[in-house]
């Protein structure tokens, strides 16, 4: 399972790729971030602020989405293109 | 069509594609966003646009599509600038043809509305000293939410 | 500014004047217009412009004063061009730049809608073998007057 | 007082312009249209069709309105530009 970061989300990760080869107990988002969280600062505060969008596979989703481990998953902040 | 790129674009060029061989067009609007300086951060020296390459194409065809199920439209060009911008710089451009303007008018204006919320690009302003990420703006989604109406 | 002329026109070098000097312009909408083929009228090979000099510019900047007055935009550029003209080729312009993309659209629409109206110009279609004036078109009259609401 | 003639009107009359040295008689547009249509045809049912626009020293005008002696007062089709 690969995981991006992008824009202001990325920066305070200074991280903006992640694999997860074992996903034994992640079924949706919501498990990928938990297990991001579990790192501590600044993982938890980043992924639970509210705010971060999800996307699978290259399309909007949400927390409660399923996810597969050869899928891609994004996190981000609001866009604020154009 | 879209184009997410680095490079400035030329309108009338974009315009000379739409109108060869095409005498059916009779009208063409187009929509340009520019950086500009904000009321509070008259010390911007430019932006840096980053993108998620894959999803924005995927994104932006699907509003196109979208418009193109609501308006007898023609073609629709949209092109999106990534990387370090200058003020005043061409961001974006949004150009519609159709027969009659009342379309490509209203195509145009829904593209821009749902690229400002659907699709994943993030600006960040440039100052001398600083650089910030732009917050989200409340009132693109409420224009993008008038055209469910 | 407003030009009523036989020459053609650059939509970039438009843009780009009004870019110069501007760093708090956001936002161009721009409408160009085109000789098109009329669905019945596959024969034609182009268009006749004549207009009222002087009481063409005068009616013009009056639809760009009353812009002005209901929308908060920078600059405005009115091109509409006159004589033989063939297909595809392009008529008018109408540029709007304003700080946000609300008002270029509005005040874009707004004033081909009342230029369509009010403006004294009057088209002559071509073909190999007769000239015909173009009839005003009722639907034209209404989109005008959608803005009176 | 000087009349201006435009587009098809123009063609149908094949007169662009006219000036009215005298003008006893005429003060409003539809007694410039009346001395006209005294002509008998074309300028009759050109001017009478009841479609044709008047301006007055380039403002929109209707039939009713006022002319004066040095007024330029134009008669034309609806307009067709854009």
């Not at chain 1, 200074?14 to 969280?37: K, P, Y």
């Not at chain 1, 996307?55 to 050869?70: G, K, T, Y």
């Amino acid at each position: 399972m690969k995981i991006l970061f992008f824009a202001s989300l990325r920066e305070r990760l200074q991280c903006d790729q992640e694999t997860f080869n074992d996903i034994t107990g992640i079924s949706t988002a919501q498990d990928v971030v938990d297990r991001l969280s579990e790192r501590g600062a600044p993982w938890d505060t980043a992924l639970e602020n509210g705010k971060i969008l999800v996307s699978i596979n290259q399309e909007m989703a949400s927390l409660n989405s399923a996810v597969n481990a050869d899928d891609e998953i994004a996190f981000f902040p609001p866009v604020t293109g154009g | 069509m879209i184009s997410i790129q680095e490079a400035d674009f030329n309108v009338q060029d974009e315009m000379d594609a739409f109108r060869t061989d095409c005498p059916n067009i009779g009208a063409i609007c187009c929509f340009t966003g520019l950086v500009r300086e904000f009321g509070d951060r008259s010390d911007l020296t430019g932006m840096f646009l980053e993108h998620y390459p894959g999803m924005t194409e995927k994104a932006l065809q699907s509003i196109i599509d979208q418009a193109h199920e609501r308006w007898p439209i023609n073609q629709v060009r949209v092109i999106h600038r990534v990387g370090e911008l200058k003020m005043s710089d061409q961001i974006v451009f949004v150009g519609v043809s159709s027969a009659h303007r009342e379309a490509s008018f209203s195509a145009c204006e829904f593209i821009m509305d749902y690229l400002k919320v659907d699709a994943p690009f993030w600006k960040k302003e440039l100052t001398s000293s600083s650089s910030d990420w732009v917050e989200e703006k409340g009132t693109d989604q409420k224009r993008a939410e008038r055209w469910k109406k």
